[in-house]
């Protein structure tokens, strides 16, 4: 917006009447112009000044030859005098009783700084990107299963199954014969094959340390949280790569959101949001957006968008849902109050004092209202184009 333009607009102030107050304009039109059946006032002095044409004033631009009823609304034509200034011939002037008797009130347009908030319903998920997979490392038999349970939340390193390896069995078999022969290559090719076979260091340097096989290995889980699959069963045979567990990670959650199409467009990775969950309600968790999904829901015209944020204490639980205000950057934007904008179907107005008791309409482009309902964001350059913002 240019400095003339501010400049101009620091001065305005807008007559805030809402429905009531239009109609009241209306009927005060409808008496001063049909006192005695004539559109003239009956003063002997109204006689002497001379009618231009005849107009409504919600559109001024349109001129009548003579009095009568308004083709746009239900009230009746103003008729446009001869000595009227140039100000008034687009807008009306009103008495200072009349200005008392409808109780018209005005309000200066201000300029804020309002944000593109949004609010939606989101629901809490394990955080997929945070998952491990327990797999046997080479073919056996499942000698033991501990006391696990798909659900269960355990700790890293929390054992899963004993398995017994005969391939490991034999592999250690043959290292601890090539040490025997005191040839530090062969040794340590040997001892490179354990490795490569899926050995763990700490098996290996066992073995060497105490010179006797083990052909039973514990299973353990690499990372802590909670057992979403346990496909481990005692007396059971498996295969090399065999799955034997799903480990989903706690530290961190998802919470999942559907948001409207219509507010998804100033949506960013990154942007930060505030979650209010009802299993803790007053609590304010912070959260921020890690994924927005692709594709829009053709039935519910919605984009889901994923949010992460930190669980300590596992005191979040997926299922849970709450409401998520997504916080959008800040831009500086005119407001006016809601109840100062006439609507007329097609268009929106809103009247401009030019002095005491003169007034005219100015077409404006409304945005959303504010979260108080008092404010609407507006553009007064006609046939601009408004993007929309959610006042904060």
């Known amino acids: 917006m240019n400095n003339s333009l501010k400049k101009s607009l620091a001065g305005l102030t807008l007559i805030a009447i809402g429905v009531a107050a239009g109609w009241g304009l209306a009927q005060w039109r409808t008496d001063t112009t049909h006192a005695g059946n004539t ?3 009956q003063a002997g002095a109204a006689a002497e000044r001379k009618v231009l044409y005849w107009y409504d004033p919600m559109s001024p631009t349109q001129k009548f030859d003579k009095p009568g ?4 609304m239900d009230m009746d034509l103003v008729p446009k005098y001869a000595d009227e200034d140039a100000q008034d011939s687009v807008g009306l002037s009103v008495s200072a009783q009349t200005v008392q008797a409808l109780g018209l009130r005005t309000a200066e347009v201000v300029q804020r700084a309002i944000g593109s908030d949004v609010d939606a319903v989101g629901t809490v998920l394990l955080n997929d990107r945070d998952v491990s ?4 490392r080479s073919a056996g038999f499942v ?3 501990y006391a696990r349970a ?3 939340v355990i700790a890293a390193g929390a054992p899963l199954a004993d398995l017994l390896l005969p391939e490991w069995v034999a592999a250690q078999r043959e290292f601890l014969a090539v040490r025997a022969l005191k040839d530090e290559s062969l040794t340590a090719a040997a001892r490179q094959r354990l490795l490569l076979l899926g050995m763990p260091q700490a098996l290996v340097a066992q073995v060497e340390r105490t010179g006797e096989p083990r052909g039973v290995y514990t299973v353990t889980t690499p990372q802590g949280g909670l057992v979403a699959e346990l496909m481990v069963r005692q007396g059971m045979t498996i295969s090399a790569g065999a799955s034997l567990a799903r480990v989903n990670g706690l530290g961190t959650v998802w919470i999942e959101a559907a948001v409207p199409e219509a507010q998804s467009g100033p949506l960013q990775l990154g942007q930060e949001a ?3 969950l009802a299993a803790f309600p007053g609590e304010v968790l912070r959260a ?5 999904l692709p594709q829009a829901n053709s039935d519910t015209r919605t984009v889901r968008v994923r949010l992460e944020l930190a669980n300590p204490g596992q005191r979040l639980k997926a299922g849970m849902s709450g409401q998520i205000t997504l916080q959008g950057r800040e831009q500086p934007a005119l407001l ?3 109840e100062a904008v006439i609507r007329t179907g097609k268009r929106a107005l809103a009247y401009v004092v030019d002095g005491p008791g003169k007034f005219h309409p100015v077409e404006v482009q409304l945005g959303r209202r504010s979260a108080t309902n008092s404010w609407c964001k507006v553009d007064w350059r006609r046939g601009s184009r408004w993007w929309p913002r959610h006042s904060s």
């Open 288 to 292: 921020r957006i890690v994924s927005i």
């Open 39 to 41: 559109t003239v006032p």
């Open 150 to 152: 798909p659900g269960d």
């Open 143 to 145: 000698e033991r299963v």
């Open 133 to 136: 997979i327990v797999q046997a």
């Open 69 to 72: 009823k308004s083709p746009f």
């Open 274 to 276: 505030q979650v209010r």
């Open 336 to 338: 006016v109050p809601s």
